[in-house]
């Protein structure tokens, strides 16, 4: 859709933008359907007298191109649906979010009149009124900026949904053509596993630059905002905020030590690290090997002050230091570190440098409605 919509303006976009793809996607439906039938009255029109290896391969190909093109006709046919149930959401949450706005302009107003002793008289009984109608305003201006935030919460759930489906019946609709084009970078997996072979290929050779900054822009990280940790300390942190706990910053640190289960985790996503392609990528979808490489890590929260619209910018700050005492120790034994593998890396840094410690800074910001 042709404009962005913000978390002050849920409902922004051009609704018509949707009816146009979804026609675009009805008339593929119609060119695919046209041609499944011309190969069916192929298949039925062959002359029987027709044998051989190349009679039985060409109605074995063209048998195969008629399934392919009833596959896609289904994925692009449920992309037109998913399109236009996407307009329908968007018109809903436009039109919500118009009256919610209004509310709260409706509220500023009082609230801004109230200050300036425009709506009652300047005695005892003024002021109390004053005073109750500035409560009620802030009450539902409150009230109206919390519907405004779900909104935009259902915008963001849409959009996420929408891309999925587009996602899965693109992949369905081009593959059943035998025309998948493959993104030369690879999928944002690949580049976040890619990301922590670099990274750890810098521990094994011990780099003198020992300390790394990465930000949202580096697909690492992209992919650590994503990991099952991360969205724990987003709901911690929203309540936090909503009760007053959390007014300039946060800890909210992720320890490993007395968890083992997190071994066999790692392991699975160190031995699933270097598969690559649309199959693993769609069964591997959860891995998330840099949260795997950090381990246990410290993580403070910083609050800024509240937006006019009620939001609060926090920003994450991810301090790590990759040693050889973290790589090697076992969780849930007090201690202990993997046998043999542990003194020869110790070895290894006393003789040539090598796994010398790397530290991380980690850092991204993010807009919440609390």
Known sequence: MPSQWTRADPGAGDTGAC??????????????????????????????SWTGESADAFRGRAARLRRDLEDSVEAMDAARKGVVEYGD?????????????????????????????????????????????????????????????????????????????????????????????????????????????????RFWKGDLGRGMVLDSDDPFVSTLMRSEHIERVRERVLDDLRSGRLDTVGIYDRSISNNPSVLINDGVNVATSTMSGPVADFHLSSQNLPESFLGSYSLQVFAGDPSVDGSVEVTYVINNDTTIDSATRIPGTGGGHLPIVYPSMIAAEADSGEWASQHQTIAWTETVFP
């Not at 979804?22 to 069916?40: G, K, N, Y």
């Not at 706005?101 to 300036?116: F, P």
């Not at 996602?167 to 997996?189: F, K, T, Y």
């Open 19 to 48: 009816t146009a793809a979804a026609r675009w996607a009805e008339l593929q439906v119609s060119d695919l359907s046209d041609a499944q039938a011309a190969v069916t009255t192929i298949l039925r029109d062959l002359d029987a």
């Open 89 to 201: 959401a968007v018109a809903e949450i436009a039109a919500r979010a118009e009256m919610v706005k209004q509310d709260i302009a409706a509220a500023q107003l009082i609230l801004d009149m109230g200050r300036e002793g425009q709506i009652f008289d300047n005695d005892a009984a003024g002021l109390e009124h004053a005073y109750q109608a500035e409560r009620q305003a802030t009450i539902d201006a409150r009230t109206a900026t919390d519907a405004l935030a779900e909104l935009a919460r259902d915008r963001a759930n849409a959009d996420q949904t929408l891309a999925s489906l587009l996602a899965r019946v693109a992949s369905e609709a081009w593959d059943g053509l035998r025309c998948v084009a493959e993104s030369q970078e690879g999928s944002r997996r690949d580049r976040a596993n890619e990301r922590v072979i670099e990274m750890l290929a």
